[in-house]
Each structure stands twice: as C-alpha cells, then as structure tokens.
Antibody, heavy 119, light 110 residues
C-alpha cells in the first residue's frame, strides 16, 4: 500500500524550532519529488515547499523562505521539514504530499501532523 | 503569490450538476496546464480528483471533470451524490516555480 506518515508535530513557543518527518512506503521514494502543504485551523490549503527527486531544485513559499528547510533521505525513504523562527501564523496541520509523476498534481497525501506555535 | 479565487460555496440537489470556478492570472492558471483539483472531507487529508486541467486519476469517478479557459479553470461534478459534499481546492503551478492553491469552495448537497 502506498503510504505517507508524518510525525514530529507538537506545541512550540514563538521563535522556537521543530523538525517534521514524513515516512514513505509502498513506492520507490527516490523516484518522486515531494511537497509540504499546510492548513491553518479553519483555513484553506497553503503550499509550503517542494524538493525534487534528485534533491534539486528546491522551492519555498515566500511565507517560509529563510526560516524553513526541506530535505530528504532516499536511503531512509523519508522527507523532512526543519522549521525555525516559528511564528503563531505557522500553526497548522502539515501534510507531506507526493508529486505525481510527469504531472502537476499531488497524488498521495499523508494524514498530517499538527504544529501549534503558542506561548 | 496570491491565492487563486474560488467561490466560497456552491450547492446542488442530488442528481444535478455543479461547476466550481478557479480564477488565476497569466502567471499561473493561464500559463501552464498544471491545474489540479482536490476534495477534502472534514478532518481528512485532501484527495486528488483532477490533474493537468482535465485528467482523472485512476479510481476517481467520471462524474468529475475539469476544463480551462484563459485564466480560469473549472471543476464540474455531474450526478451529484451525498458523498460529494466536501471542500474543493484548485491548485496551479506558477511562473515563479511555486504552487498556489485556491481559497477553497464548500460544496453542499441539498
């Protein structure tokens, strides 16, 4: 079964850091580009970051550029999001999503992990 | 990058058809054919329904169809069923090498 499982969410103070992980299974992880997408409470989806299957290129939304770092470990079938200088507006459910091969869609999603930034 | 524009809500009766619009700019929807649509039920992860403007992934009902004209993409759901009630989001690749979502549309099946 093709599956993505996020972990690492939690409560963090403003200015703090958190590292999210996404474990992939059921497909050849190294062949796919990956994304992070987030959803603030009661709000819509917001694309956060993208990493190619070959580690480059990497792209970020303006809202997180300079604060968040996406990375991957193909040997461990894992995707990561290092989040620094966290703000209240970063509070959201964070989803990892697989970029569909040869298309612009995101065809596999995890169940999400919740990040709460609050003092 | 501004979010794509979707109506906040649409509704229809079982068996009817509804269309959800998604308006962007010549830098996203109007430039690429990388428009996708996602269905999200409350508390669940999004599900890909349409990719590359009009293609359906395997397993998605043919009651769902997509199209695009200039800077506006559309999702049409025919033969509405109760289980179609959900939020729908459009998404497009942009000339800035980023992706942008629409604000989301709540579909109510009356």
């Amino acid at each position: 079964e093709v599956q993505l499982v996020e972990s690492g969410g939690g409560l963090v103070q403003p200015g703090g850091s958190l590292r999210l992980s996404c474990a992939a299974s059921g497909f050849t992880f190294s062949s796919y580009s990956m994304n992070w997408v987030r959803q603030a409470p009661g709000k819509g989806l917001e694309w956060v970051s993208y990493i190619s299957s070959s580690f480059s290129p990497i792209y970020y939304a303006d809202s997180v550029k300079g604060r968040f770092t996406i990375s991957r470990d193909n040997a461990k079938n894992s995707l990561y999001l290092q989040m620094n200088s966290l703000r209240a507006e970063d509070t959201a459910v964070y989803y990892c999503a697989r970029a569909a091969a040869r298309s612009g869609g995101m065809d596999v999603w995890g169940q999400g992990t919740t990040v709460t930034v609050s003092s | 990058q501004s979010a794509l524009t979707q109506p906040a809500s649409v509704s229809g009766s079982p068996g009817q058809s509804v269309t959800i619009s998604c308006t962007g700019t010549s830098s996203d929807v109007g430039y690429y054919n990388y428009v996708s649509w996602y269905q999200q039920h409350p508390g669940k992860a999004p599900k890909l329904m349409i990719y590359d403007v009009s293609n359906r992934p395997s397993g998605v009902s043919n009651r769902f169809s997509g199209s695009k004209s200039d800077n506006t993409a559309s999702l049409t759901i025919s033969g509405l069923q109760a289980e179609d009630e959900a939020y729908y989001y459009c998404n497009s690749y942009t000339t800035s090498s980023t992706w942008v979502f629409g604000g989301g549309t709540k579909l109510t099946v009356l």
